[in-house]
């Protein structure tokens, strides 16, 4: 299916443990983005890429890593998750373009609790 | 102070009637501005952008852009309770990367039957 879809859409951890997000877009944007939501914050930019093999920090990127050795995919780990990383986590991504005004195309998210 | 600044609500407003919802900005060099719309369990779903000063009207929504002031709201005329939803105001600020948005906290409207 065309589109930006996430995986899992629920998820349950332990503290402690490592866990994986997973990102697939099927159009070829060079821009994928990884947010998390939590209320009174809104939208905070964890990680960003702007190609394969190229990404850099946001806003909130400790305690996370990411990759990207495909276009189509940007996973999102967890090393050793904690309760404060309980949240629900978008992913986005954007075309490439000579012009700054496209907004992202967002994925269903993932919510994901650490218990 | 907050890159990007939105009342956080709820706003209520009756069915028919005109919504207004607003969005400040930090950084004067800023350069596109748009608005979701985010119903409750979904994700985020852009509805307008716009670039220049002034209105951009789409159907019953309306956005606009005040760069000297550094607002930027969203009028929804006609208000329906499908337009029930947290409406998130995003900003590509100058200072960032090319291609960073940085969003406000959202506005929760209530449209009432």
């Known amino acids: 299916d065309a589109g930006i879809t996430q995986s899992p859409r629920y998820k349950i951890t332990e503290t402690g443990r490592q866990v994986t997000l997973m990102c697939h877009q099927t159009?070829?944007?060079?821009?994928m983005f990884w947010y998390r939501q939590d209320l009174g914050h809104g939208l905070r930019l964890i990680y960003y890429s702007a190609a394969a093999d190229i990404t850099d920090k946001g806003e909130v990127p400790d305690g996370y890593v990411v990759s990207r050795s495909k276009t189509e995919n940007f996973p999102l780990t967890l090393e050793s998750a904690t309760r404060s990383q309980t949240s629900v986590y978008f992913c986005a991504s954007s075309v490439e373009a000579g012009r700054s005004n496209y907004g992202y195309t967002f994925g269903s998210g993932t919510r994901l609790t650490v218990v | 102070q907050k890159e990007v600044e939105q009342n956080s609500g709820p706003l209520s407003v009756p069915e028919g009637a005109i919504a207004s919802l607003n969005c400040t900005y930090s950084d004067r060099g800023s350069q596109s501005f748009f608005w979701y719309r985010q119903y409750s369990g979904k994700s985020p779903e852009l509805i307008m952008s716009i670039y220049s000063n002034g209105d951009k009207e789409d159907g019953r929504f309306t956005a606009q852009l005040n760069k000297a002031s550094q607002y930027v709201s969203l009028l929804i005329r006609d208000s329906q309770p499908s337009d029930s939803a947290t409406y998130l105001c995003a900003v590509k600020l100058q200072a960032g990367s090319a291609r960073q948005l940085t969003f406000g906290s959202g506005t929760q409207l209530t449209v009432l039957p």
């Open positions: 159009w070829s944007h060079s821009y």
